[in-house]
């Protein structure tokens, strides 16, 4: 019978299951047939759906099973989901891209979107599992598996499709358009956040379910989209990335949830590589790109001499670099290109250009990108000394992590924020798939703080510089971050005073 539903379940092929249900099984929480029975009663095909299973209690009437093993299987959750191996959040969006393709190409799919925490901008994802409103769904997947030719089909039934692509797993749901809002409100999360949306839908005498809002005496609310659940329990909309269960519900019911800052409120972006340094492509290529995405202004910011890119900036080469943008500024007249770099601050506290360089270039960003064997004090003490230099305008990258493999550097950053609010230092949220960094809690505090942000790509290809650029903007939505704290929604004449002022010590 497991057969007949696309799944093999046979210990041998065990690493063939979603994700998801295969750490459930390796758990011992339960056996591979209550594990099958799971799936074919209750159509449960993720830790989403178990999760809406345990709370709902529909698993303890089941037969073969008792509350005990319904409360060993919640209990197994939290603590599986880590033995689920998360993709970065650059490469699951590529994995996503062509399946969203498909999909919003068919006349077939009313929308289709990602859901869970791919949606939500967080910087590694789970589950990628895409939500897709369609009232004919098995045309729909037979046109997905021919427009992605034939993908490795772990699981098929009458409205979902699991496959592998480059050996990850990707799901899509198939809701009837009328209750989608429904199925994608539950798969985006965050558990925090649904927990509490359901707790306020009760106070409104509503009950959510992982099936959508049913009124008290028992009717289902069909919800075509998210907008209608929310407005249904009396709140507004709430944005996805601040769909985290802490304050945010409370927030939209005291009508306090801020604007964030959006993509289209960005008029340029500050830092960017060429083939001057790492980058892969020419000046004239990002400028190319960056025209074509209408910003108003673009910062090219190469490495200095000694940082750990493959290639650096040179003393001699930002004179010989300064001569190609010129000519490029008469070439491309509608937008600005300014001059800087990306300049690394060395063990001591200095700047790896001297400052007879740096006072020519228009914008000096500094970075860490070694942490030299030193503590968090020294490090600070490297981050106060560059911030307190005039022709330093922007700190990139903070917290200088990677992700997934290497985490940021524990520093005391409500000291380095205040340094920045002081010094009129801009931070730095980094789109870069490898940093968003600040991350979302970070950016939070920054502008709490009082601190300017900028919303940067640090893109090293020309191809990437809107995507990179949407990442970090997830990313300052995440940290509740609005237009009017960020330096490149304002237009370039502010942005050049903020770096004059600090220069002349106004
Ligand atoms: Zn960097
Ligand atoms: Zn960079």
Redesign the pocket.
């Known amino acids: 019978m497991y057969e007949a539903c696309g799944w093999v379940l046979l210990e041998s092929s065990i690493a063939d299951l979603p994700a998801d249900l295969r750490w459930v099984y390796e758990s011992d929480a339960v056996s591979i047939e209550q594990l099958a029975a799971l799936h074919e009663t209750l159509g449960v095909t993720s830790a989403t759906d178990l999760a809406a299973a345990v709370r709902e209690q529909r698993i303890r009437g089941l037969e073969g099973f008792d509350a005990e093993t319904e409360a060993r299987v919640g209990s197994a959750l939290p603590g599986l989901r880590a033995l689920v191996a998360r993709v970065p959040l650059g490469r699951a969006t590529s994995l996503a891209e062509p399946v969203l393709g498909v999909l919003r190409g068919s006349e077939l799919v009313t929308w289709a979107e990602p859901s869970g925490s791919l949606r939500r901008g967080q910087d590694t994802v789970g589950d990628i599992e895409i939500v897709a409103a369609t009232a004919r769904p098995a045309d729909v997947i037979d046109t997905l598996l021919r427009g992605l030719e034939q993908p490795r089909v772990l699981h098929r039934s009458e409205r979902r499709l699991y496959f592998l692509r480059e050996r990850v797993q990707i799901g899509v749901r198939l809701p009837e358009p009328d209750n989608a809002g429904a199925a994608l409100l539950g798969l985006t999360g965050s558990s925090g956040h649904v927990d509490a949306l359901r707790a306020h839908a009760a106070t409104a005498g509503w009950t959510l379910t992982s099936n959508g809002l049913y009124s008290s005496d028992g009717q289902l609310r069909r919800s075509p989209t998210e907008d209608a659940i929310y407005t249904t329990i009396g709140l507004p909309c709430i944005p996805v990335e601040i769909r985290n269960g802490d304050d945010e519900i409370a927030a939209a019911v005291a009508g306090t949830l801020p604007e964030l800052v959006s993509r289209r409120r960005i008029r340029g972006d500050l830092h960017m590589h060429s083939t001057w340094s790492d980058g892969r492509d020419s000046i004239e290529a990002m400028v190319e790109a960056c025209r074509a995405l209408r910003y108003e202004y673009i910062a090219i910011t190469d490495h200095s001499p000694h940082s750990a890119a493959t290639r650096n900036l040179t003393v001699d080469g930002v004179k010989k670099q300064a001569e190609e943008i010129s000519q490029l500024r008469e070439r491309y007249p509608d937008i600005t290109i300014l001059h800087g770099c990306?300049v690394d601050i060395l063990p001591d506290g200095r700047l790896d250009f001297p400052d007879r360089i740096l006072e020519q270039l228009d914008i000096v960003l500094a970075?860490l990108?070694e942490r030299a064997g030193q503590s968090p004090d020294q490090l600070m003490k490297r981050y106060l000394s560059a911030m307190t230099h005039p022709l330093v305008a922007l700190i990139?990258?903070p917290t200088n992590r990677m992700i997934p493999n290497k985490p940021g550097y524990d520093l005391d950053y409500d000291r380095l924020f205040a340094a920045a609010v002081e010094t009129r230092t801009i931070v730095e949220i980094d789109g870069a798939p490898g940093h968003l960094d600040l991350d979302g809690a970070l950016a939070r505090r920054a502008v709490a703080a009082g601190a300017t942000v900028a919303i940067d790509s640090?893109c090293h290809r020309a191809e990437w510089l809107d995507r990179q650029m949407t990442f970090g903007v997830m990313t300052a939505r995440r940290g509740w971050v609005e237009p009017r704290h960020v330096v490149n929604t304002r237009a370039l004449d502010e942005v050049r005073a903020m770096i004059a002022a600090k220069r002349a010590g106004r």
Request: glycine residues 0%; aromatic residues 0%; without cysteine.
């Open positions: 990306e970075s990108h990139t990258h640090d």
